[in-house]
């Protein structure tokens, strides 16, 4: 961090250093890209436009990414997480398995990657490794 000085103006400038090329990620995002995900891109990003220019809510395509939350539960707690304060204003418990295997069947081939946590242990849903 520096200080300029400009006629009592003062500017605090920090430099941050962007991480490396990391060519392994890059690799393997493009390993599960196929033409199905990508055109599954453009039209998301292209209801996005249309929505933007239009003012209306449009959507085309499948979600590119997705979180699910194998539980609400936890076994620590945390004073800032609703989950460790037992303070949802959701419904807690786990997520089933039917559930998880519908939803996956009919988005797979268009989802480019997906997240396991939200609030929550995911270890602590007995179904979490099948799922994995």
Known sequence: MFWVENKSLFIISTFVQMPRFNFNDTRNILGKLTFRRLWNGVKVLGSYYASRISNKPIQWGYPVSISFEPTTSCNLRCPECPSG?????????????????????EIHKELLYLIFYFQGEPYLNPDFLAMV
């Open 85 to 105: 304060l037992r303070a949802f204003t959701r419904p807690t418990g786990m997520l089933h398995n039917d559930f998880f295997r519908k939803t996956i069947d």
